[in-house]
């Protein structure tokens, strides 16, 4: 069993900054993505930004291109989600996941379902 734990939500105004931070607490990330989704009330979890561990490719969902980074320090075990010049449409809860098995699929890094591990969650909220 891994533990996620996100932190660094909080209540911004738009065009503000804010960084999330995903810690696995007694371990060392391992596997082969950390995934950053979000959920609305009454929406469905979606994809912001992934990270592949071996080679530390890059993904986003097309609405936060440019705003938002994701990256990873090893040294601290933590991913990060950078995100900058937020918008009201970025309010959420924001997860991060861990999915273990290598896969050879070009689309599992997006799919909520590929990932076996998962955070509780951080809220960001975005006032206009």
């Known amino acids: 069993q891994v533990q996620l734990v996100e932190s660094g939500g909080g209540l911004v105004q738009a065009g503000d900054s804010l960084t999330l931070s995903c810690t696995a607490p007694g371990r060392t990330f391992g596997g082969y993505a950390v995934g950053w989704f979000r959920q609305s009330p009454g929406a469905k979890r979606e994809f912001v930004a992934g990270?592949?561990?071996?080679?530390?490719?890059?993904y986003y969902t097309h609405s936060v291109e440019g705003r938002f980074t994701i990256s990873r320090n090893n040294a601290k075990n933590t991913v990060y989600l950078q995100m900058n010049n937020l918008k009201s449409e970025d309010t959420a809860a924001y997860y991060c996941?861990?999915?273990?098995?290598?896969?050879?699929?070009?689309?599992?890094?997006?799919?909520?379902?590929?990932?076996?591990?998962w955070g509780q969650g951080t809220q960001v909220t975005v006032s206009s």
């Open positions: 996941a861990l999915k273990v098995p290598d896969t050879t699929s070009r689309i599992a890094i997006y799919l909520a379902y590929e990932y076996d591990y």
């Open positions: 990270i592949k561990l071996r080679d530390e490719n890059t």
